[in-house]
């Protein structure tokens, strides 16, 4: 996984500096099985440092993510492993813990699966919004208080609400497989 600086097209004409995990915002989706030991080789390209927090996944100490408390944080040009068994099914997400507040404001998240041994639905849908506002003059009424003070690289003010909503984890796991069996039934 490659922690990068990219461009983010937010519509057909406006694009933003963020930062990325594989060169896109939300970061690539991570699926495990299970009890699957994995072995994740983050390389910074980004020019500060950087860590990866696996939110809600039991791991090593050494392997979760903190700078300062449980790892350093990867410095520019270089690597770092993670290396861990996921034990725990579940819908989970992993971000920045390196200046996290503007790190993860700038794009640098990603959710994270872990499939269960027995499979137990038909269907999985994971779904993470986040919005984006390149003109906080627009949209300053509806977001008041919510400035995290960020700046992208030319000074712009990003204002940025992340909400992120997981179909598969709400009240634990919500299947598509009751949807389809509510519609049979006629009650959707």
């Known amino acids: 996984m490659t922690a990068k600086e990219a461009k983010h097209q937010l519509n057909e004409d406006v694009s933003v500096n963020a930062l ?95 499939e269960p041994n027995e499979k137990t639905y038909d269907l999985d849908y994971t779904l993470m919004l986040d919005e984006w506002m390149s003109k906080p003059e627009e949209g300053k009424s509806s977001m008041e208080g919510m400035d995290h003070g960020n700046r992208d690289s030319d000074g712009t003010v990003i204002k940025k609400l992340i909400l992120v909503a997981w179909i598969t984890a709400i009240w634990g796991q919500i299947r598509m497989k009751a949807w389809v069996e509510w519609k049979k039934w006629g009650m959707i």
């Open 20 to 114: 990325t995990f594989n060169g896109s915002v939300l970061g690539s989706q991570i699926r495990a099985k299970q009890g699957e030991k994995l072995k994740i080789n983050l390389k910074n390209e980004l020019n500060e440092p950087v860590s990866i927090h696996w939110h809600g996944i039991t791991v090593p100490n050494e392997m979760d993510g903190i700078p300062g408390v449980t790892q350093n944080a990867v410095q520019p040009g270089e690597n770092f492993t993670y290396e861990f068994t996921p034990e725990d099914p579940g819908t989970y997400m992993y971000h920045t813990h390196q200046n996290a507040v503007e790190q993860m404001d700038r794009g640098l998240y990603g959710s994270f699966i872990v």
